[in-house]
């Protein structure tokens, strides 16, 4: 039977990127606890990885845990969709260790507030100076975290937080979609959908953080030492996690209770917070690079669009002067095209931990090419063929289950 939720749960983003991803969030957030420093006698692979893989850190799971962490009141058809939904990604790309989800409510008060004060002060969240609902409002982002240990030690223990306000998570369809309150209280499944694709989102990203190991992803503090990071680009990181969100739902959809009655085709098909391989993305901003009309996504597009390092980083991509243009995004389905989803999604984390690899040696296994001819392939791929072209084979993941191309489950480090 469908489940009607009275009050709908939807997306906040915080540090949101351009309109091409649809203001999807960025997991580029540096772990929290200042006072906890990297180690100087820091070793890659170490005793920090030997840590990480005593506690099964990188191990992909069909348990279930995730940990959902709310104020006092908390709908408990809220929970039960958190953990539908979650339940059905861990059957696809698996579940990991120390994942939390933590839903305050900044309209009640710091009492009604206070599961949330001891959960975020437990995680070492912010050193645990978080004592009031304003000072959690303050610090609300999504993809961030915090590390219970030392950094780079036998005791680390690195934690993904996402850190929301109901109140704001309510009216998502609203506040960053085309819908108005009033349809959103009368279709509460336009919501759900969207909150369904935010969770397979932030959950990618936590994926992606957990073959970093004790290297980091994207977000440590010293991103130009090569033990330090692996240095995943925005480009990857948010175009592998928006691919996997919506080729997630269209499979799987069906499986959600809560979207009983529904259909794809006239329905959540039509529901987005994000895209990078649909074929309108695809043309519209070629369009506007090869000198046509700037349209769509492609309105902030020029012929003068190239890709280069200041796309390697969130800092200078989203940086006021840089280049408004999304192209840079589609790098993730371009280089599928060129290899496959498997590797896209599973082949490079496979192999981005190895310190003489990282992210950029992991493209060159698997590509044959380094950085800079990357970029110049990519930036003459975007002005090749006719504006109007579909985009080449392999440029969306396969619409059948994951299962006929690609084994998350095939896929951890033992040591």
Known sequence: MKKVISIILCIVIIGCGGDSINNQSSSDQKQSSDKKQDSDSYQWGGPALDKLISIDFNVPSKEFKQQLVTHKGFPEEHRQFFNEVHTNINQVVGSYPNYFYVVYNKDLSNEDNEPIFQKLKDLDFK??????????????????????????????????????DLK??????????????????????????????????EYFHHYQRAHSLDRGLDYQRDQDNPQTTIYAPPWWVEG?????????????????????????????GNISIANVTHPWFYKEIRQAIMGGPAEGRGRDCTPDFTMGPWTERYETERAPDADKCPAFMMATP??????????????????????ELG??????????????????????????GDPEDDPPPGWQPQPGPFTNYVDFFD?????
């Open 334 to 355: 371009y280089l599928a095209s060129l290899t496959s989803w498997q590797t896209v999604w599973i082949d490079i984390p496979r192999d981005f931990y190895n310190l």
């Open 168 to 201: 704001n998570l309510t009216w998502y369809g609203h506040q960053y979609g085309d819908s108005s309150q009033e349809e959103l209280q009368n279709e509460p499944w336009k919501n759900l959908t969207r909150l369904a694709l935010h969770y397979a989102h």
């Open 240 to 268: 592998a996690a928006i691919a996997f969100q919506n080729a997630w739902l269209r499979q799987h959809w069906q499986d959600i209770s809560f979207f009983d009655g529904q259909t794809w085709e006239d329905g959540l």
């Open 359 to 384: 992210f950029w040696g992991a493209i060159e296994k698997h590509t044959g090419m380094d950085t800079q001819t990357f970029y110049d392939n990519f930036n003459a791929f975007l002005r090749s």
């Open 127 to 164: 050193d645990g100076r978080l004592k009031t609902v304003a000072d959690v409002h303050d610090q609300r982002n999504c993809l961030t975290g915090s590390n219970t240990g030392q950094r780079r030690t036998a005791s680390t223990n690195p934690i993904s937080i996402c850190l929301e």
């Open 411 to 415: 896929l951890h480090r033992t040591n």
